[in-house]
């Protein structure tokens, strides 16, 4: 992993990156607020190794003071706007957003652009930003399906930056200095990696001006290296996240998953409604929770990423139904994949997701939403808006194909969050994986060799 | 009117359901929500978890439709946001749908208000479902077993003291016969109150409401009325253990019904309080290491209510270092008027998010039917209330805390590493 992101630093030095803080406003007056997203082409995936989480810290770092004001100051200030702002880090974007009543638009914008570029780190807040940060991770191990959505990630992705853990492990956190965390923030924010996105009351020439302001003060930067493929599983993997006490299971399988580029994605997209994505008609609601009562939650779905990321199956029964729930959801899986949707499940499908149009773009903050996805994936203008055109040009061939043969790999991951004293033996059973052959991992260890 | 130009239109009916339009041609779509003024409040003791039982129970088949018809067709037209939910005072059945499935959500609705058939098989196999969701709201999340000892501590004889979700022994015991007996009291249009939001004509929507839903009798039963609590005269407290990473404390006060003209005090106070990143709480407590987060809020319900506040300590602090903390900020907000700035301040955020809740027409349908519920009138959820907001003093938040933050009105419990 340590090679990978110094062949990424060598790399970098030869890509300059674009000059312009791009704009994306949409006037809507009919509430008297103003959304403001700086979108960050950046996240977790820029975490080296061993420093999980310090993407989010650099990141975070822009409200705990700048030159000219303490954090407290800033909350202060904001709150006498009547405006908040959050950061929000993901794999693959960092979102700062902000929102304002109209009326404090001018002095909101101000302020966010102190942020932006004059922020400033003390020793003192670092400190308090970690023990903070090390707290959201263990309130975070406290529930059950973070948990599992932790460890999936890390068993299927191993070393490859989707593995990591966002906001950290309690071991990286500790390995970040301040060094690390202004150095990261020199490297993220950049002309060329941040973009303005926004709706409501206000003219788009003010925000354009917003915009020109921060690049007239962002440095020039280099770009960041193009995250590699990740490897699929070659085989069945099974793993036991054993923390104590558990009444309930979280049962997840996971498989890479498929490029939103990718020409059978739509195809997939309708197959995966039918399984398990699209709402309480599907196969996993249907077989799992309806005719059993073995669940809450079934349901299947897909995250996107400029690299495949994950194709997940969920079910959360108690520890007594793990064998029959396990072993019917392991079987509607393999029908799944073998055999793709039947016609009636095809031509259902298609209605409903080209009927569900207008909420594809129903508000202006759903299309900024819409945008921001866009641009953070590399994905064509209006590519979140085109499901519905996509799917209903779809033929039924197509989606059964795409069913059967879309998903990389033979190997699958099935792993379940609950006491392994309790229910190793039942999961053996229902994976037809011998017990020794069972990965056991202690629920708050998720730090790589 | 509501807010800006934007106005509702109000039908009422002789079987007593009340129509609520907002015209917002602004998307081809529009969100139907109903909302009965049912909640676990009215259920009988031995009996709990029967109103949230209906979130499920209310998909299955009616005299007209097979089990799972209602989703399938509703998901079929399009529909977005297809869910229900439950609170102590009311349940809502809500969805989002293309401009030209109105007649079809009409049918179907008014259908599932008088013509639901409750059969063994279904009530069995969604029970267990129900069962599973308690296992994961309540029994292995630490935070959902730590609100439902709160409850049960502060309410002593009141429903709001149970969960909504239902005790585990009243949900193995519960029977077919049960829900067929709290529908037919319930489920009625009296009860109800529909709200429509959207691109939509109002005289249109009240002619279809009219004719699907015009001929269901009203009910015959009252609502169940719920035991007065008795006033609390001592300070309570329970420690319990539970599985988490580090202790939680919870601090609860009983407060006046939401119906108070004080309910808009509560609202600032929570931002004071925690809900804001510059509130007091969160400096004293989040911004010196002691704890690493701390919530506040006001439940609004219709009979008196309860205030809490609750601070996740940071590691190897102990309750003993942060109750005296939360507890003296109290004092302090009792002895010493808020600044003008400091208020001022809390209520631009509180229309912050007001506004931005109303951005949806789903989010316009959940405050009217939530200021309904509340209040039995729109305008208290939209105008009253913030002409409310506006007039608030320092004098008048001095006063609220005074009069209902008192110590033996307080109810504490803390949670322990296990």
């Known amino acids: ?449 | 009117m509501l807010y800006g130009t934007t106005r509702a239109q109000q039908f009422d009916y002789t079987n007593g359901l009340r129509l609520v339009v907002v015209e917002d041609s602004s998307s081809p779509t529009f969100a139907y929500q109903t909302w009965f003024r049912v909640g676990s409040k009215n259920e009988e003791k031995g009996h709990t978890g029967l109103a949230h039982f209906f979130e499920h129970l209310l998909f299955k088949r009616t005299k007209n439709t097979q089990d799972g018809e209602f989703m399938k067709r509703l998901e079929k037209a399009g529909s977005d946001g297809l869910n229900a939910f439950t609170g102590k005072d009311m349940t809502a059945y809500i969805q989002s749908l293309p401009k030209k499935a109105l007649p079809l959500i009409i049918k179907l609705e008014s259908d599932r208000m008088q013509n639901l058939v409750i059969d063994d098989k279904a009530f069995y196999s969604e029970l267990a479902v129900v069962k599973n969701e308690r296992l994961m709201r309540q029994d292995n999340n630490p935070d959902g077993t730590l609100l439902e000892a709160l409850f049960a501590l502060a309410y002593q004889v009141h429903p709001y003291g149970w969960p909504i979700i239902g005790f585990p022994e009243d949900l193995d015991a519960m029977k077919p016969e049960h829900a067929k007996k709290f529908y037919q009291e319930n489920y009625t249009p009296e009860n109800a109150i529909v709200v429509v939001v959207g691109d939509v004509n109002a005289k249109k929507v009240s002619e279809l409401v009219d004719h699907a839903y015009g001929s269901i009798p009203r009910g015959t039963h009252k609502l169940r009325t719920s035991p007065p609590e008795p006033p609390q005269d001592k300070p309570r407290r329970r420690v319990m253990k539970v599985q988490i990473s580090t202790p939680k404390i919870f601090i609860g006060y009983h407060i006046p019904p939401v119906q108070s003209e004080d309910t808009v005090a509560f609202e600032v106070l929570e931002t004071i309080l925690a809900s804001s990143q510059n509130s007091r709480l969160r400096k004293k407590l989040v911004d010196t290491g002691l704890a690493s987060d701390v919530g506040a809020g006001s439940f609004q319900n219709s009979d008196p209510s309860y205030f809490l506040i609750t601070a996740k300590l940071q590691e190897g602090k102990s309750p003993d270092d942060v109750e005296p903390l939360i507890l003296s900020t109290l004092k302090e907000l009792r002895e010493v008027s808020l600044s003008d700035a400091e208020l001022e301040s809390a209520k631009n955020l509180i229309r912050l998010r007001f506004y931005s809740s109303l951005e949806k027409l789903s989010g316009v349908a959940y405050q009217i039917g939530s200021s309904e519920v509340k209040f039995g009138d729109i305008k208290r959820g939209f105008q009253t209330y913030q002409e409310q907001l506006d007039r608030l003093t320092p004098e008048k938040m001095k006063s609220v805390l005074t009069t209902y933050f008192k110590d033996e009105q307080r109810s504490t419990l803390v949670g322990e590493v296990k």
């Open chain 1, 1 to 449: 992993m340590k090679a990978f992101f110094i062949s990424i630093t060598l790399l970098l030095a030869v890509a300059p990156l674009s000059r312009a803080v791009e704009v994306t406003f949409e006037r809507n007056t009919n509430l008297p607020l103003v959304y403001i997203n700086v979108l960050g082409k950046f996240g977790s995936v820029q975490d080296p190794a061993h420093k999980e989480g310090l993407t989010l810290l650099a990141a975070e770092s822009l409200l705990r003071g700048t030159t000219k004001h303490t954090k407290q100051e800033i909350q202060a200030l904001l709150e006498s706007y009547g405006a908040e702002i959050e950061i929000d880090t993901r794999a693959e974007m960092t979102v700062i957003r902000g929102r304002t009543l109209q009326s404090n638009l001018d002095p909101f914008l101000n302020l966010l652009e102190e942020l932006v570029v004059d922020s400033v780190l003390t020793p003192q807040e670092f400190k308090k930003q970690k023990e903070e940060q090390q707290a959201k991770v263990q309130s975070m191990l406290d529930q059950d399906w973070q948990v599992a959505l932790l460890h999936y990630n890390r068993a299927l992705f191993g070393t490859h930056p989707y593995g990591s853990p966002i906001d950290g492990t309690l071991k990286s956190l500790k390995t970040i200095s301040l060094e690390d965390v202004l150095a990261q923030k020199k490297r993220i924010l950049q002309k060329g990696t941040l973009t303005v996105i926004g709706s409501g009351d206000a003219k788009e020439k003010r925000i354009s001006q917003f915009a020109k302001s921060l690049e007239k003060r962002l440095p020039n930067g280099e770009a960041f290296a193009k995250v590699q493929p990740p490897k699929p599983l070659l085989s069945r993997k099974v793993v036991l996240v054993d923390k104590p006490d558990r009444t309930q299971l979280q049962v997840v399988l996971a498989q890479i998953g498929l490029l939103p580029t990718d020409p059978r994605y739509f195809a997939f997209y309708l197959a995966n409604n039918a399984y398990g994505g699209g709402g309480f008609t599907t196969r996993l609601f249907n077989q799992l929770r309806k005719a059993n009562g073995w669940t809450y939650s079934a349901y299947s779905q897909m995250m996107l990423g400029q690299q495949p990321r994950s194709w997940t199956s969920h079910i959360s029964p108690k520890n007594t139904d793990l064998l029959p729930s396990l072993s019917k959801l392991l079987q509607v899986h393999q029908e799944f994949l073998t055999s793709g949707i039947t016609e009636e499940e095809f031509l259902f499908g298609k209605e409903q997701i080209t009927q569900k149009e207008g909420f594809l773009i129903d508000t202006p903050r759903k299309r900024a939403e819409n945008a921001i996805l866009e641009k953070a994936l590399g994905l064509s203008k209006g590519f979140m808006s085109s499901y519905a055109s996509q799917i209903s040009k779809l033929k039924l061939k197509q989606v059964n194909a795409a069913a059967r043969a879309a998903i990389p790999g033979d190997g699958l991951l099935i792993l379940v969050v609950g006491t392994a004293s309790i229910v190793k033996k039942d999961l053996a059973k229902a994976t037809q994986v011998a017990e020794d052959q069972i990965e056991v991992i202690p629920f708050d260890q998720l730090d790589l060799p």
